[in-house]
Every structure is written in structure tokens, then in C-alpha cells.
Nanobody, 116 residues
Framework: QVQLVESGGGLVQPGGSLRLSCEAS????????MAWYRQAPGKERELVAL???????NYADSVKGRFTISRDNAKNTVYLQMNTLKPEDTAVYSC??????????WGQGTQVTVSS
């Protein structure tokens, strides 16, 4: 049984930083990509950042230059470093892992609130 456990969310002032972590536990092999999504109240879920097994990355235009996705292969953990946070970054952030055989796993989500 594969589980994704996220941590690092919370309340931060505009301009501040947070780092989210997502650790994959259990038997997981041949990861295709790991990614972060977010969903704000009343909005659809959107891709924030993605990192493939080959190291390629993709970011939403709204976070380019502010957010960085990274991965620790040995720990099966993906991180999202979020800098210069804005109120519009407020959302529930969820990690996702897709394996080459096509298995698709999601974390439970962690709340990020950017407010003064």
C-alpha cells in the first residue's frame, strides 16, 4: 500500500516562504513524475509544479520564479519551496505520484494560507 504524506503547510504573511514536503511510503517503483497541485476555494484544481524522473520540470506561469520543485530519490520525497508568497497562493496543496506502470497516487492535502 502506497501512501503520500504531506507536511509543511500553514499560515504565512505575504512575501514569506514555506517548504512543503511529500514523502511516499510503501512499495513504489518506477516513478514517472512527482507533482504538486493546488485548489483554492471555488476554483478548479491546478498543476503548480511537476518534476519527471529525468529531471525535467514544469511550472504554472503564476509561480514561475517563486516556487521550486525538487526531489530526494533516496527518500522518495518531493519538495515544493515557495518564496515570495502572495494571498492568491492560498489553497490546499496536494502531491501526486504517477508511476511508469500507470499507478496514480495522491496525498491528502495540506493547507497553505497567505494572509497578513
Amino acid at each position: 500500500q502506497v501512501q503520500l504524506v504531506e507536511s509543511g503547510g500553514g499560515l504565512v504573511q505575504p512575501g514569506g516562504s514555506l517548504r512543503l514536503s511529500c514523502e511516499a511510503s510503501g512499495s513504489i517503483f518506477s516513478i514517472n513524475f512527482m507533482a504538486w497541485y493546488r485548489q483554492a476555494p471555488g476554483k478548479e484544481r491546478e498543476l503548480v509544479a511537476l518534476k519527471t524522473s529525468g529531471g525535467a520540470t514544469n511550472y504554472a506561469d503564476s509561480v514561475k520564479g517563486r516556487f521550486t520543485i525538487s526531489r530526494d530519490n533516496a527518500k522518495n520525497t518531493v519538495y515544493l519551496q515557495m518564496n515570495t508568497l502572495k494571498p492568491e497562493d492560498t489553497a490546499v496543496y496536494s502531491c501526486r505520484v504517477v508511476t511508469t506502470p500507470g499507478a496514480d497516487y495522491w496525498g491528502q492535502g495540506t493547507q497553505v494560507t497567505v494572509s497578513s
